[in-house]
């Protein structure tokens, strides 16, 4: 009876500190809770070139997409009408045809139109340098995109760098070689490190993608432009 007694007296002392110690711990872990936007607040002056580089990594790969997408369009019958077009003898319809499509594809193919009665091998020629120029017009502006890949790195780890050192030399001034202290800064500092890593990749990617969508558009002009040769060398009706 006395032994029950005691164990139930422990146990009413002990369950309230056990839930004390759960509260505290609870309101510790809200306490070290940081967000987002507060931690990249901590990067440092760095991390206002990061948000100019991210901002225009944003800007140039939008910019290149709908610039890409668009020159990959074209109308379906096309090519079969510039076909029956030639193939009638009719040249001055399928040069007002490629004259009047917005398409790199239908640019070269018009310069192609207009060297109707030349060699082929000038035809070719033609075309293929019209080609190029549609390309370059596709391929501006993603240097940016890859610049942006290379030295957003090396923008994050200079903050970092920058940082660790006065890290340090805060301590050399206080003498605080503690455990918190070190970490603290340590932490903080390594935020503009893993910011810039991530503007990089994802530029890169996006450099990567658009590299891969303009090739799509090169196999497209390539591809017209054979069947274009083609239709030259068909006899006319």
Not at 134 to 162: C, D, H, Q, W
Not at 179 to 208: P, Q, R
């Amino acid at each position: 009876m006395l032994l029950g007694l005691v164990t139930l007296l422990q146990d009413s002392l002990l369950q309230p500190k056990a839930d004390t110690v759960a509260t505290a711990a609870s309101a510790v872990t809200a306490d070290q809770s940081i967000k987002l936007l507060d931690l990249l607040m901590k990067g440092g002056v760095l991390m206002i070139p990061l948000g100019i580089l991210s901002v225009i990594a944003v800007f140039a790969f939008v910019e290149r997409f709908l610039t890409i997408s668009k020159a990959g369009k074209l109308e379906d019958n096309f090519m079969p009408m510039i076909r029956d077009h030639i193939s009638n003898g009719n040249v001055s319809a399928a040069r007002s045809l490629s004259k009047n499509t917005n398409s790199p594809i239908a640019r070269m193919i018009d310069k192609g139109i207009q060297r109707i009665g030349k060699p082929i091998e000038n035809i070719e020629k033609s075309m293929e340098n019209v080609g190029k120029l549609e390309i370059y017009k596709m391929e501006k502006n993603l240097v940016i995109l890859s610049i942006i890949a290379g030295i957003a790195p090396m923008f994050g780890f200079l903050g970092t760098i920058a940082g660790m050192i006065q890290t340090f030399f805060n301590i050399s001034i206080t003498s605080d070689i503690t455990l918190g202290a070190i970490a603290g800064g340590i932490y903080v500092k390594m935020i503009t490190s893993a910011t810039g890593l991530i503007i990089g990749l994802v530029a890169f990617i996006g450099y990567s993608f658009l590299n891969a969508q303009i090739d799509k558009v090169i196999n497209k002009m390539e591809g017209a432009s054979a069947e274009f040769i083609d239709i030259l060398q068909e006899p006319t009706k």
